[in-house]
């Protein structure tokens, strides 16, 4: 049977672009829909390549109601919304809170007021486990208590999962999976898409493969005096495939109407505490180059450590993230060499 149709929202970007190769191999019509203010429209190319499909693509903004509106009108098939689409920096959201706020969560609203509208049967929403702050506890399950967020980038993570569940309790005729993500690593093993920040690199692995490849001088550890085993902050590292393909799962969950509540949460992550200086170890193990690094001061904001209890999405989803943090790094290793050859970076 037909399979219905996928609005990626942020799809050309780094999770959203993996997760549309993931539904296409899956046999979903996926239409993306991306503003491209932080990703690049060459990125369908490589979906095409990967998969031999090249999905619908608007160029939008999903704050713009009208632009959806046309969206849904032009698409009658979607019957699924994965939404990526948000702006996603911790360090920016401090200083430019009103933009996070108005199009991480203007975003959401419009897209739930149009699913009621357009007879779609379900979102899934990209959250974060940054809603669990410095947990008391690790690993985090998903009745870990929520902390109060430490960033707006944060919050409006917060409040878009609140806000789904208000909607959907008020009677809205669709479900919603919400999955938090651990830190998303690595690319994909063809290396014709992966990770592609814009200007200095805020996360560690686009950092780390750039000082690998000599585009920056060295990475800054930000913090070696953390009390943990090597004094570095712990991280649950999770393979950005094995991730895209938990989407799939979800989104089948809700079109097939498989889910046994109107809003599931779900923890996406290995289970594995890494540490900072172990990731780095493993990748200069994996792929045989050396990473210049240095200790520097401790980050603003950092959670110390934090990583997942992930048996509720293994046993109810069917799930597991079972890429090897070593074949991630060399993923991660080849995209960058992919996008030296390309001259891209
Ligand atoms: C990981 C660790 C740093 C860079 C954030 C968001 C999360 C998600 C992923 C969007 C930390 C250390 C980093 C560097 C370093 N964002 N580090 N040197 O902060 O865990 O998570 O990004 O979806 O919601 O909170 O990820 O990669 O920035 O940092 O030492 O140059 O690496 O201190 O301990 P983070 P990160």
Redesign the pocket.
Known sequence: MKKPGILVTGGTGY?GSHTTVELINAGYHVVIIDNLSNSNVAVLDGIEAITGVRPDFVEGDCTDMATLEGLFEKYTDIKGIINFAAS???GESVQKPILYYRNNLNTLMNLLECMGRFGVDGIVF?S???VYGEPDVNPVTEQSPIKPAT?P??NT?QISEEIIEDVIHSGAPFKSIILR?F???GAHPSALIGELPNGV?????P??TQTAIGIRKE?????NDYPTPDG????DFINVVDLAKAHVIAVERLVENKCLEPVEIFNLGTGNGVS?LE?INTFEEATGVKVPHRF?P??E????Q?WADPRKANEVLGWKADTSLADTMSSAWKWQLALREKGIM
């Open positions: 999770i996603k920096a911790v990209s974060s486990c940054t960033s980038y944060g993570k993500y830190n998303p690593v690199p805020q996360n560690l692995i950092y780390l990475l800054s550890v930000f913090g570095t902050c712990i991280r900072v990731l520097a401790r980050r904001g950092d959670i110390i934090v």
